[in-house]
C-alpha cells in the first residue's frame, strides 16, 4: 500500500466539510480528508504543532482547501502566516474554497500565494465537479509519485 498524503481541509461549517468530502470519495481521490475548523488549527496543523505534531497521525497535506470566513482566525490570517513561513514544507497548493465573491479578498488572498479561488457552488453536481478538477490537477500526480510501504 501506498503513503498518500492528506487534503487539509479548513472549513467551520460541519455540511460544507461532508459535502467535499463526499465530493472527492465520488471523484476517486485517494487522499483521506484532514478537516479543521478554525484558522487557528490549521496553522497548528500546518506547522506540526499541539495535537498535530504527531506527522504520522497527521501529515503534511498535498493540497489545502481553505475557507475565507472562519472563526478564531479567519482564512486571509493564515494566508498572511503560510506567507511569513516560507520554511513551510515544498509548495503547498492552496485553493480558496469560499463563499466570498469580494474582488477585495480575493486579491489579498492571490497576492499572499493562492494557487486558485473557487466560490462554493450552489449545487452538488457542481462542488463535485471542482473537486474533480482540483483531484486531477493537484492530487493525481501526487498519488502517482507515491513510494509504495
Known sequence: MSHINPVLLAEDNPNDVLLVRRALQECKALNPVHAVGNGEEAINY???EGQYADRAAYPFPALFLLDLKMPVKDGLEVLRWL???????????VVVLSSTELPSETQLAYALDIQACIVKPLSYEELREKMRILKEYWLDYE??????A
Open 46 to 48: 500546518l506547522a506540526g
Open 83 to 93: 506567507h511569513e513561513h516560507p520554511e513551510i514544507p515544498g509548495k503547498l497548493p
Open 143 to 148: 498519488a502517482e509519485q507515491a513510494p509504495e
